[in-house]
């Protein structure tokens, strides 16, 4: 028999929610140079020592007020892999409008550049992000869907490359459109004959 599992004190749970929550608007307004451990105790009313408690320095609170903001989008599997890749890129072409963790990713971006460690935690947050488009593309390779040799994280990245792309940088809309020939142009060369 295992042990019963231990529930958090709903004191520290609350405390952590207000942290994340002020780290997140602190972010919005300041972006990542603006946020700062005492900045976040001032916006939360949660004492610095507790901050410290459950985050040992600032990029590892911001790292987690970012990602406190959903989980990666899940992906089908069908027997029909662009279908599936198809209505994973729309989720998330509709997140890139609306979420806000779309809207904070210009900071993660500008904080990677600038600081080595957030880097690799930001390598590590989009690598997870990315994860269930890499199974369903390795199933893929695994069905006979894709050529054996294909680096599917390389694949999974020219897919959602351009939507990113056209969010963040020419600022362009990202329709379902848009997205059906990102999977037309990236998957049909490499369907089988």
């Keep these: 028999m295992s042990a019963p599992a231990r529930r958090e004190d709903p004191r520290i749970t609350r405390s952590k929610a207000c942290a994340l929550a002020a780290a997140i608007e602190i972010l919005r307004a300041d972006g990542a140079s603006g946020l700062t451990i005492e900045k976040v105790a ?12 459950h985050w040992p320095d600032r990029n590892e609170l ?6 406190s903001l959903g989980q990666a989008l899940a992906v089908a599997h069908t027997s029909d892999v ?9 989720e998330l072409a509709a997140a890139l409008k609306r979420s806000t963790w779309a809207a904070l990713l210009p900071t993660v971006i500008d904080a990677s550049a600038h600081d080595a460690e957030f880097a690799a935690l930001a390598r590590s947050f989009s690598s997870a992000r990315r994860s269930p488009l890499r199974r369903r593309l390795d ?35 990202v329709t379902g459109a848009v997205v059906d020939q990102v999977v037309r142009i990236t998957l049909d060369p490499l369907a089988p004959a």
């Design 42 to 53: 001032l916006h939360s009313g949660v004492a610095r020592t507790t901050i410290y408690r």
């Design 62 to 67: 911001l790292f987690d007020a970012i990602g």
């Design 82 to 90: 662009q279908a599936d890749v198809r209505a994973h890129l729309r």
């Design 139 to 173: 199933a893929a390779v695994v069905a006979g869907e894709l050529p054996t040799d294909i680096d599917t994280d390389l694949l999974a990245a020219q897919l959602v490359g351009p939507l990113f792309y056209r969010r963040f940088v020419s600022h362009q809309p």
